[in-house]
């Protein structure tokens, strides 16, 4: 909590086999989509101890990035995680902070601080250390925090005590994020879609288009959605993040669609050079906005 942490546990390192076994189907039915890069290092990806060498924990930290501000509504639509800077450089920084405090405690150890980096099931370790559930829309819930975390893992030759897993499911009948998600990618048995995801579309699809059976299901997302964890009533618990640098970058409050639309690529860099936005270039989201104005979903 020092750190800027809000959250943390620490799960027994192994290999996680109901895990491996549902990324297996999940991949093999494609919704993955055309992020391949999610097939690599399958191994690794199932079992921390391959990645780091003699790995004996799992320390799982969250990171709150919850902010109330709101785009204009003629604005451009996107992501919560991604109004302020770029959180891999913030946590990564932190995390480097926790692993040498550590080492400041014990003495030298091995340990790799992860943030979206390498191939770790982030959800399954921060359920496995009880920090909470994973919900059926795919996000790590907490009871008293709600979902809009970031998650971080340090992997260590350091043993630990453990937590108990998270074995209960506040989620219950509740079907709120299934009926809500804009184009169905939440299917009923537990299981997201990646390749039907606003997120993906807006973000990960490298193509110069998206496809044309997807128009008018936007509900005018240009860069990742929220709706699965905005209607999610777990997160009426969600408090402000106390992070200076996530809090949203003043050209998303101010600018309009239309403007956004006439900002060069020069600009674009400049604007989201700290920014997670940068991920999908100027050309990527000058792409979705076409396509949301091309569907009558464009607010200006
Ligand atoms: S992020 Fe949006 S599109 Fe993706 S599953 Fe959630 S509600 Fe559906
Ligand atoms: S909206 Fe309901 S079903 Fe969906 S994750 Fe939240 S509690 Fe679970």
Same mark, same amino acid.
């Given at each position: 909590?020092?750190?800027?942490?809000?959250?943390?546990?620490?799960?027994?390192?192994?290999?996680?086999?109901?895990?491996?076994?549902?990324?297996?189907?999940?991949?093999?039915?494609?919704?993955?989509?055309?992020?391949?890069?999610?097939?690599?290092?399958?191994?690794?990806?199932?079992?921390?101890?391959?990645?780091?060498?003699?790995?004996?924990?799992?320390?799982?930290?969250?990171?709150?990035?919850?902010?109330?501000?709101?785009?204009?509504?003629?604005?451009?639509?996107?992501?919560?995680?991604?109004?302020?800077?770029?959180?891999?450089?913030? !946590?990564? /920084?932190?995390?480097?902070?926790?692993?040498?405090?550590? #080492?400041?405690?014990? &003495?030298?150890?091995?340990?790799?601080? @992860?943030?979206?980096?390498?191939?770790?099931?982030?959800?399954?370790?921060?359920?496995?250390?009880?920090?909470?559930?994973?919900?059926?829309?795919?996000?790590?819930?907490?009871?008293?925090?709600?979902?809009?975390?970031f998650i971080a893992t340090l992997i260590t030759d350091l043993?630990?005590?453990?937590?108990?897993?998270?074995?209960?499911?506040?989620?219950?009948?509740?079907?709120?994020? !299934?009926? /809500?998600?804009?184009?169905?990618?939440?299917?009923?048995? #537990?299981?997201?879609? &990646?390749?039907?995801?606003?997120?993906? @579309?807006?973000?990960?699809?490298?193509?110069?288009?998206i496809p044309s059976e997807m128009k008018g299901q936007f509900?005018?997302?240009?860069?990742?959605?929220?709706?699965?964890?905005?209607?999610?009533?777990?997160?009426?618990?969600?408090?402000?993040?106390?992070?200076?640098?996530?809090?949203?970058?003043?050209?998303?409050?101010?600018?309009?669609?239309?403007?956004?639309?006439?900002?060069?690529?020069?600009?674009?860099r400049k604007i989201f050079r700290h920014s997670p936005v940068?991920?999908?270039?100027?050309?990527?989201?000058?792409?979705?906005?076409?396509?949301?104005?091309?569907?009558?979903?464009?607010?200006?």
């Open positions: 909590m020092e750190l800027g942490f809000d959250y943390c546990g620490i799960a027994k390192a192994g290999r996680l086999d109901e895990d491996a076994l549902r990324l297996e189907k999940w991949l093999g039915q494609g919704m993955h989509g055309s992020m391949t890069y999610m097939e690599n290092h399958f191994d690794k990806r199932v079992d921390p101890t391959l990645l780091v060498p003699g790995a004996k924990s799992v320390i799982t930290v969250l990171k709150n990035y919850y902010t109330p501000e709101q785009v204009p509504e003629d604005g451009l639509k996107i992501s919560k995680y991604a109004m302020g800077n770029d959180y891999h450089e913030v !946590i990564r /920084a932190q995390m480097n902070e926790l692993l040498d405090r550590i #080492r400041g405690q014990v &003495g030298e150890i091995s340990g790799r601080g @992860f943030v979206d980096s390498a191939p770790v099931m982030e959800r399954s370790w921060a359920k496995r250390a009880g920090l909470g559930w994973v919900g059926k829309n795919g996000n790590l819930i907490t009871r008293t925090g709600g979902s809009f975390f043993e630990l005590l453990y937590d108990d897993p998270f074995a209960a499911d506040f989620c219950g009948s509740c079907t709120k994020c !299934i009926d /809500a998600c804009p184009t169905g990618a939440i299917l009923p048995n #537990r299981v997201v879609n &990646g390749s039907q995801c606003i997120s993906y @579309f807006t973000i990960e699809l490298k193509e110069l288009l509900d005018n997302w240009a860069f990742g959605c929220d709706t699965c964890q905005d209607v999610c009533p777990w997160n009426r618990f969600s408090k402000p993040h106390q992070e200076e640098a996530f809090n949203p970058l003043p050209e998303l409050l101010n600018l309009s669609t239309r403007e956004w639309e006439a900002v060069s690529e020069e600009s674009f940068k991920r999908a270039k100027w050309q990527g989201l000058q792409r979705n906005i076409r396509f949301l104005k091309d569907n009558g979903q464009e607010n200006s």
